[in-house]
């Protein structure tokens, strides 16, 4: 899933039986595609930020296509016996995959932006990557020590860094406003990036948007409620708020 490395890739084997990498790689091909393709997101995010060997419009743009392969290669495996139908969109669009797929497409068809809007993306991709690694050396045995500590470093922040995600989803409508203003982005990304944040919302899978959702309106709340807060600043607030909380999803009862 996009936003938890829960592990929905094929498992590793059970036992102290150790494979090559070769039968490893050999009998989960797929998997190790995908792992290419989330490296290749980090890597060229990481140039996009910082263009020692590219420049930083090509990173950006082989970022999300790298992507664009993880999000479809991962419908592959979740959603089977697709048509050109209804149905079908909402089994692609219900699954995580299907939101980034959405995503990647929106901001590869407008000029690129900052890395900002290449965060989530990467967040999860490095997340997802450390625990392919993990079954890699669980079954192998050939990551290097200092691999393994980094890995291991990283995985122990997790929900901090899912968290970091979920904030950045929520800010990039933001900057999207401000960017259709400044006339880089069209007039219609903030709608299309509307559906892709009411997806995350309502996932099932993914509940770190909804948490950071009611965090933002907690500190809202405490902001307006604290006493230097001027009587206009609270009124934008809470009409700020107001306007949130009718746009987002109804969630069904528990």
Same mark, same amino acid.
């Given at each position: ?52 060997? $590219?420049?930083?419009?090509?990173? @950006?743009? /082989?970022? *999300?296509?790298?992507?664009? +392969? &993880? ?5 592959? #495996? ?47 991709? $490095?997340?997802?990557?450390?625990? @392919?690694? /993990?079954? *890699?050396?669980?079954?192998? +045995? &050939? ?5 393994? #500590? ?105």
């Amino acid at each position: 899933m996009e936003g938890a490395a829960d592990g929905n890739e094929s498992p590793a084997p059970e036992g102290n039986v150790r494979q090559s990498l070769l039968e490893y790689v050999s009998g989960k091909r797929l998997d190790a595609g995908i792992f290419l393709l989330r490296l290749s997101t980090v890597v060229h995010g990481f140039l996009a930020a910082f263009p020692l060997l $590219l420049s930083p419009a090509h990173a @950006y743009q /082989r970022c *999300l296509i790298s992507y664009v +392969g &993880v999000s479809a290669f991962r419908l592959s #495996q979740r959603v089977t016996g697709l048509g050109l139908n209804s149905e079908s969109m909402q089994r692609i669009f219900g699954e995580d995959s299907g939101h980034y797929l959405l995503y990647c497409l929106i901001f590869a068809m407008q000029p690129p932006g900052g890395i900002v809007f290449l965060m989530p993306i990467i967040l999860f991709s $490095l997340l997802h990557s450390i625990t @392919y690694i /993990r079954k *890699l050396n669980e079954a192998t +045995g &050939v990551v290097p020590g200092f691999v393994q #500590q980094a890995t291991a470093y990283i995985s122990a922040r997790q929900q901090q860094l899912l968290m970091a995600a979920a904030n950045t989803e929520i800010i990039i409508m933001v900057m999207i406003i401000m960017a259709v203003f400044g006339g880089t982005f069209g007039i219609f990304v903030p709608f299309m990036y509307y559906r892709f944040l009411s997806m995350r919302y309502s996932s099932q899978r993914n509940p770190y948007c909804r948490h950071a959702f009611t965090n933002m309106r907690m500190l809202a709340d405490y902001g307006c409620a604290h006493p230097s807060c001027p009587a206009l600043v609270q009124r934008a607030i809470q009409a700020v708020v107001r306007t949130v909380e009718r746009l987002a999803p109804q969630q069904p009862a528990a």
